[in-house]
C-alpha cells in the first residue's frame, strides 16, 4: 500500500476534527468550571470605639478616639457629641482627633461611616459662662426683663416708667410710655405706667407688663398699649373685664399664650379672657407672705420664689405645690437640691434645656439648678462689683431681673442698682 493512502484517512480525521470544533458543539464541559458568578467587594468592616480622651472638657477641646476600623479619610469619619457634629481633623485606622463643638451638652460619642455605625463612651460637656457687659444707657432702676423671638431684650425700666427695647448690640429705644407715671391706654408713646416692675414677652411678640401699682396686666401690640386685665384692688376672679389684683407684680407665659401672674401670695392665670386663681401661698404650711418670681416649664410646672427667698417652690398644673430647691434657711451653699441653700433669691428663669436659673441677689451670684436636682454657681464671685470675666471670677452688684435668649442661649441680667444690663455667654 502506497504512502498516500495510510496518510489520507489520518488527515480527513484531523480535518474533521478541526472542523467540528469551529462549528460544532464543544466536546468539553457545557459551561465554565470555576464558580457560578462573582461574590462582589468584601463589605467595610464596622467600626468600634473603645476609648475617648479626656472623656469631659469645655467647647474646642481636642479629643483623641479610640478603636477599630476607622476611615482614613476624615471627611468619611462622622463624629458628634450628643449629638452635635463634631470636626475631625486627623484620622488613622485605630485613632481620631476630633474638636469638641459648641454647646453639646453631656451625651455618647457617635461615629457613622457610610451605612456602619459606632457609639462610644458619654463625654461630659463642661459649659463656660463668660460674664460681659451691655453698652446699653439710659436706665433708671430697670426691674424687670425678657427676650423676644428676634434676641432683642425688652426691660421694664421702672424709674422711667418706659417699657424699653435693647438690641443684642446694645441699641435702646422706648417701645412704650411717655415717662409720665400714671395709667393711660391708647398709643404707646403716649401711654402712662406707674413704676412697671416686670415684663414678658407671649408667642407672637407681644409685650405684657406687670402694672402692679395699677392692679392691671398690661398688654403692647402693635403700637398700641391696652390692658389684657384687671380692674381695681381686690381678689376677685372672673372675666378679664371685672377681675380684680391686689398687685400682679411679676408674670410668665407658656407657648400657648397663657399668662401667669404672682398677685401677693396669690398664683393666679390668665386664659381665654377668664383670670382664675391657681394657688393660695396663705395655705401653705410656712404661710409664704408674698410671691416674687416666676417662670413656666414646657410642661406648665411653675417655678416659684416668695418673699423670703431662701427657697425655689414649684406648682404642678394638678395644682401640687412643693419645695424644688433650697433649705428654708439663708446661707449661701450649693449641691443637692434638698441640702442647697439660698441668701435671697429674686428672680428666676428657665434655658432651653430646662435649667432653672436663679438670681441669689444677696449672695451676689447666680445660680442653676439642673434637670438632675443639683444646684451650682455659674457666675459671680460673691462680691458685689461691676466686674467681668469667666465665671465665678465676674462679679455683680446687687443683680435681680433674669431672662434667657433660648435661640442663642445667652443670658441677660439685671442691675438695678447700676442701671446696668449683664450678658452670660454660655458656651
Not at 204 to 213: H, P, Q, T
Not at 368 to 385: D, K, L, Y
Request: hydrophobic share 40%.
Amino acid at each position: 500500500m502506497s504512502i498516500t493512502k495510510l496518510l489520507f484517512p489520518i488527515l480527513t480525521t484531523a480535518l474533521m476534527a478541526t472542523g467540528c470544533g469551529k462549528s460544532g458543539s464543544p466536546s468539553g464541559p457545557s459551561g465554565p468550571t470555576g464558580p457560578t458568578g462573582p461574590t462582589g467587594p468584601t463589605a467595610p468592616a464596622a467600626p468600634t470605639i473603645s476609648s475617648a480622651a479626656p472623656d469631659s472638657g469645655v467647647y474646642n477641646t481636642v479629643v483623641t478616639i479610640t478603636g477599630t476600623n476607622f476611615s482614613t479619610t476624615t471627611s468619611q469619619d462622622v463624629v458628634s457629641f450628643n449629638g452635635a457634629a463634631a470636626v475631625v481633623s486627623a484620622a488613622t485606622a485605630t485613632q481620631l482627633t476630633v474638636t469638641v463643638p459648641r454647646g453639646a451638652g453631656t451625651g455618647a460619642i457617635r461615629l457613622s461611616i457610610g451605612a456602619n455605625t459606632a457609639t462610644g463612651p458619654t463625654f461630659t460637656y463642661l459649659y463656660t459662662y463668660a460674664v460681659s457687659t451691655l453698652t446699653a444707657t439710659g436706665f433708671n432702676d430697670p426691674f424687670g426683663i425678657a427676650v423676644d423671638t428676634a434676641g432683642n431684650i425688652i426691660v421694664a425700666d421702672d424709674g422711667n416708667n418706659q417699657i424699653k427695647m435693647v438690641t443684642p448690640a446694645g441699641a435702646v429705644t422706648t417701645v412704650a410710655g411717655s415717662g409720665t407715671p400714671g395709667f393711660m391706654n391708647g398709643a404707646a408713646a403716649a401711654a402712662k405706667f406707674l413704676d412697671p416692675p416686670s415684663v414678658a414677652v407671649d408667642p407672637m411678640d407681644n409685650i405684657l407688663v406687670g402694672d402692679a401699682f395699677n392692679y392691671k396686666v398690661r398688654e403692647i401690640s402693635s403700637g398700641t398699649v391696652s390692658t389684657l386685665a384687671g380692674t381695681t384692688s381686690g381678689h376677685m376672679d372672673g372675666s378679664v373685664a371685672t377681675a380684680q389684683f391686689f398687685s400682679p407684680a411679676f408674670l410668665t407665659v407658656d407657648a400657648s399664650g397663657n399668662v401667669f401672674v404672682c398677685d401677693a401670695y396669690y398664683v393666679r392665670k390668665v386664659s381665654g379672657g377668664t383670670v382664675s386663681t391657681l394657688f393660695n401661698g396663705m395655705t401653705y404650711s410656712t404661710q409664704l407672705n408674698s410671691f416674687t418670681g416666676v417662670a413656666v416649664t414646657t410642661g406648665d410646672t411653675l417655678v416659684l420664689l416668695d418673699n423670703d427667698g431662701w427657697s425655689v417652690y414649684e406648682l404642678s398644673p394638678a395644682g401640687v405645690f412643693t419645695v424644688l430647691a433650697g433649705s428654708g434657711a439663708p446661707a449661701y451653699q450649693d449641691g443637692p437640691a434638698a441640702k442647697a441653700s439660698f441668701v435671697y433669691a429674686s428672680a428666676v428663669a428657665i434655658d432651653a434645656q430646662g435649667d432653672i436659673l436663679v438670681v441669689d441677689e444677696a449672695s451676689q451670684r447666680i445660680r442653676m439648678i439642673s434637670p438632675a436636682g443639683i444646684v451650682s454657681t455659674i457666675a459671680g464671685s460673691g462680691t458685689a462689683a461691676d466686674k467681668d470675666g469667666n465665671g465665678t471670677a465676674a462679679s455683680f452688684n446687687n443683680p435681680h431681673g433674669i431672662a434667657v435668649d433660648k435661640k442663642s442661649g445667652a443670658i441677660y441680667v439685671l442691675e438695678p442698682m447700676s442701671n446696668l444690663i449683664r450678658k452670660i455667654t454660655v458656651e
